[in-house]
Structure formats: structure tokens, C-alpha cells
């Protein structure tokens, strides 16, 4: 919308009150005030400028300082659209003001889908490098070839990850999909490798002495649901997708056993642990838990995998979610009152990931799925509500005084980024916290594809001063697989539902104006 552009002679009349011995103006100086005026009418209806409301001095230099005024205000304006390559629709505030810039501390304007790609390709490089396969004998230092022999004295090629944990299956499930929505087979091959190595690999360890734990004792025998959560969802993904299913069938099968059968339950059904106190509920065991009962599902076809899922999300809400700030707790202790409520920011990353994970793949018709649906949008306005001025969200998400951490600040960005691709919230209103969402991780991708500022493993504290000091580290595993499953979802956005997605009026917004007035 045209700002109004006002240019009032005041000085002249108040100047004829004063008791001054400034002369008024001739019959010639008011002649050019009068014709300037008439040229900023002009202007006024072919191009937006800043408001100007000045009081024009009473002598003969007034014609000089207001066209100089004039054209500035108007040159600038000009030259700051056509540079920033925006709309302007508002109504102009008065004064130089308006040419002021923000100083935001991150890249505002919606990132292109260029963009997005080329620093996941920066990521995947680095954990390509950082990531091999392959085995060493620890007493001779060779590399072992054969892997059908058990070996006590193998182990892991050096990296810098590693290649089981529940860290690498969240990493090898965010591979995929930046392969989806990239279309670049080298992420689908840096699973496929690693995969087939760790299948092939597994019988070396068979025989691996007690005094010494084994790197692959949670691929044999999986003890907890971190041993077997993620990594079990990962391995369904690949096999669905075409990478070695008959190959890895037999490792999900030992993963979703545990999950269903082993892991402790309260009487209810609820997944539970024995840490750090009896009957515990930790939220992270949502994402341990929930995305590969529904992946099983999706590759059996038996309902009762979908029943079990559904299960854990809606009984852990009922215990942990906080309905007046849209926030999970991130722990639970049977029977201690009054409880400790600390909203660390990754746990409830863990929760609307697996939200999500399971709404992507839940039937239509299943009882559930609404209970589901409505958990997963009211902890996505609670996100959203609570996310901070620099794009990211804190290490204890209530708390501003608190670090901004970079993996839950992802896993937001990409639950709510899939949330508008699929219809469950509206572009127009999540949307813009998406894009700054995302602008502010990918500021934390350093130059090497690093990712910084993600907290360390974290268990569970009864006093905020646990949460302020975890420490953060590019060698935290957790941030690499957020990082790019953020990223991916962001570019199904911007070639869709985002494809409009501009700074108008200076905000960010995901639909152009229809109007300019």
C-alpha cells in the first residue's frame, strides 16, 4: 500500500506570530514552495516514500534544504526495495526512522531451496568423512576383512560417531529423507552402506569377552529401548525403501521384540524404566518407542503395532503434559509429589517428533488418530509460543536464561514443517516460525558441517541447575540426524506450500498480499 505522504507549510504562519527580525518569505519563495509541493503529490501516487511532515523555514535557503530532503527520502526508499527484493505494503511510519534496519542476529528472508540443499550436502560430507566402516584388530592393529569369523579382539574403524547408537539411527532415518526430498543418492548410499556393514559385520562380535563391552551388543541382544528404538525405526526405513530388506528383517525383528515384549511396562502398558528411580517415565522413550512400532506396522500391516504407538503418546500426555504452558515435562516418577517440571527442550523434541513420525504413517480410520492429532497441535503451539527471539529454542524451553539449543530447535522445525506439508497446521500461521526456525539452526552448521551448540546426553534432574549446565559439543551425536531432517522437510515446504514465502511489510509471511492498500 502507497504511504501517505503529507509536506506541510507550517513555519510561515507560525512565523508570523513571533516577534522575530526574520524577514517572510517574497512572492518568489512561496511560488517554489508551492511547486514543490505540487511535485510531491506527484510522487505521492507513483511510488512509496517515507512520511514526510516537516516546517519549512522562512528564508531563501528553504527551497534548497527541502529538495535535498525530498530526494533523499525518495532515492532511499527506492534503492532499498529494489536491494532487498521485497514488497512493501504498509503504511510508511513518519521519519528517517523508516530506513532504519533491524539487526537481527540470523539471516531473516525464507532461505531458497538451493540454499537449504547445499548445507545438507556440507553435513552429509562431513559425516561421510567422519563415519567409516570397517573393523580393526586391537592387538595387531590390521584391519580385519574377514567377517564371518567371531574375533574377541575386534573393533570399530576410528570415527568420530558411532555407527549403532540411537544417536546414528535418528542420523540414518534423517539420511533417508533428505534423499527423498533431495533427490541426491549419495544420502541413500551412506545408509545403504553402513547398514550392510553392520549386518555383516555382527557375527565378528560374537564372541567378545565380558571383561570387554561389545560395540555391537546392542545389535545382538538389545537391552533398553535406546538400544533398539531408533535404530529398529532406521532399519524399517531403509528395507521399505528398498535398501537389503531381507538383509536387515532379521535385526528388526531383534529390535521390535525388545520394544514389544521386553522393555518394562507400568500395569497400564506405558513403556517404563528403572532410572534413576523405579517406575520411571523418561519423554525421550517416546521417540525410542513410537516411530518403529509404527514403521513395523507400515511393514506388516498388523494393526496392533498402530494400537501400541498410539498408546504410549496418548498415556505418557496424560501424565506429563502441561496444559497451560503446551509443554511436556521431561520426567515422571510414580507416586513422587509434588512433582519437579523441568521442560528440557530436547525431550519434548524427542515427543512431536514421534508425534509425527506416527501421524505420517497412521491410518485414516484409526480410533486414535484424533487423540493423536490433537496432542500433536497443541504441543505445537506451545512450541511456537515459547520459541526465541534468535530463532532457536532454550535448553529448558520456559526458561530465556537458558542456552539456545540447536537439536530440539530442529526436531521443532521439522515436526512443524511436516505438520504444513501434511495438512495438520496451516502455512500462513506456523509457517514464518519454520523459516526462522531453520535460519537460526543452519547458523549453527559450521564451515566443516559441523553442528554446534547441541547439549550432550542428558538424563533426568529434580532442579534446574542440571539443565543450565549440560555441556554442548559438535561430537554430541544428537544434532546431525535433527539437522537433516529439518532441512529435508523445509525444501517439501518451499517447493509447496512455502513457494510463496517472502519478507512483506518486513515480516516474514507465507502468502503475498492481495492488496497494497
Known amino acids: ?71 533523499l527520502a525518495t532515492g532511499l526508499t527506492a534503492h532499498g526495495q529494489a536491494a532487498s527484493g521485497v514488497e512493501n505494503t504498509a503504511a510508511a511510519p513518519a521519519g528517517p526512522s523508516r530506513q532504519i534496519e533491524p539487526a537481527y542476529p540470523i539471516r531473516y528472508a525464507p532461505m531458497a531451496v538451493e540454499d537449504v540443499a547445499r548445507l545438507l550436502e556440507r553435513v552429509h560430507g562431513y559425516l561421510n568423512a567422519v563415519t567409516p566402516t570397517g573393523l580393526v584388530d586391537r592387538a595387531t592393529k590390521q584391519p580385519i576383512t574377514d567377517y564371518s569369523k567371531p574375533n574377541s579382539d575386534a573393533d570399530l574403524a576410528a570415527g568420530d560417531f558411532r555407527l549403532v547408537s540411537y544417536e546414528w539411527g535418528v542420523t540414518y532415518a534423517g539420511m533417508l529423507h533428505a534423499a527423498e526430498s533431495t533427490a541426491d543418492g549419495r544420502y541413500r548410499d551412506y545408509v545403504a552402506e553402513r547398514l550392510k556393514f553392520i549386518v555383516d559385520a555382527a557375527p565378528v562380535f560374537r564372541e567378545v569377552p565380558e571383561t570387554r563391552r561389545s560395540p555391537f551388543r546392542s545389535v545382538h541382544a538389545p537391552q533398553s529401548l535406546d538400544d533398539s528404538g531408533a535404530m529398529g525405526a532406521a532399519f524399517i526405513k531403509a528395507a521399505r525403501a528398498g535398501i537389503h530388506p531381507e538383509l536387515l528383517r532379521p535385526r528388526i525383528d531383534i529390535y521390535l521384540d525388545w520394544i514389544s515384549n521386553q522393555q518394562k511396562r507400568l500395569p497400564d502398558g506405558t513403556l517404563a524404566r528403572d532410572r534413576p528411580l523405579p517406575d520411571a517415565l523418561w519423554l525421550d522413550d517416546l521417540y525410542m518407542s513410537v516411530p518403529a512400532l509404527a514403521q513395523m506396522g507400515v511393514l506388516t500391516g498388523e494393526r496392533r503395532y498402530f494400537d501400541d504407538a498410539a498408546k504410549q503418546i496418548v498415556q505418557f500426555h496424560e501424565r506429563m503434559f502441561v496444559q497451560d504452558k503446551g509443554l511436556f515435562m521431561h520426567g515422571w516418577i510414580q507416586d513422587m509429589e509434588p512433582h519437579p517440571v523441568f521442560h528440557w527442550a530436547r525431550a519434548n523434541g524427542w515427543a512431536i517428533v514421534a508425534a509425527t513420525e506416527l501421524l505420517s504413517v497412521m491410518p485414516e480410520d484409526h480410533p486414535q488418530r484424533a487423540a493423536v492429532l490433537g496432542i500433536y497441535r497443541a504441543h505445537a503451539a506451545g512450541l511456537a ?50 523459516s526462522v526456525g531453520w535460519n537460526a539452526v543452519a ?11 547441541t547439549c550432550v546426553g542428558t538424563g533426568m534432574g529434580f532442579e534446574p541447575t542440571f539443565y543450565y549446565h549440560r ?15 529439518a532441512g529435508a522437510e523445509l525444501i517439501t515446504l518451499l517447493k509447496n506450500k512455502g513457494a510463496e514465502a517472502l519478507v512483506s511489510d518486513g515480516a516474514v509471511q507465507f502468502m503475498r498480499s492481495p492488496s497494497r492498500h
Open 1 to 71: 500500500m502507497h504511504a501517505r505522504h503529507e509536506i506541510r507549510f507550517r513555519g510561515l504562519e507560525r512565523e508570523k506570530s513571533r516577534k522575530t527580525s526574520l524577514r517572510a518569505p517574497n512572492k518568489t519563495e512561496r511560488a517554489r514552495f508551492f511547486e514543490l509541493e505540487d511535485i510531491g503529490k506527484t510522487l505521492r501516487t507513483s511510488r512509496p516514500f517515507p512520511t514526510l511532515s516537516l516546517a519549512v523555514p522562512p528564508f531563501p535557503i528553504m527551497n534548497v534544504l527541502f529538495s535535498i530532503i525530498l530526494l
Open 385 to 434: 509460543a515459547c520459541q526465541g527471539g534468535g530463532g532457536l529454542w532454550h535448553q529448558l524451553l520456559d526458561r530465556t536464561d537458558s542456552y539456545a539449543e540447536t537439536s530440539a530447535s530442529a526436531m521443532f522445525v521439522y515436526s512443524i514443517a511436516r505438520g504444513i506439508n501434511r495438512g495438520w497446521l496451516q502455512a500462513l500461521a506456523c509457517g514464518p516460525a519454520v
Open 443 to 453: 547458523g549453527q552448521v559450521n564451515d566443516n558441517g559441523q553442528v554446534e551448540n
Open 471 to 485: 555441556p554442548v559439543s559438535v561430537y554430541a551425536a544428537h544434532g546431525y540426524g535433527p539437522v537433516l531432517h
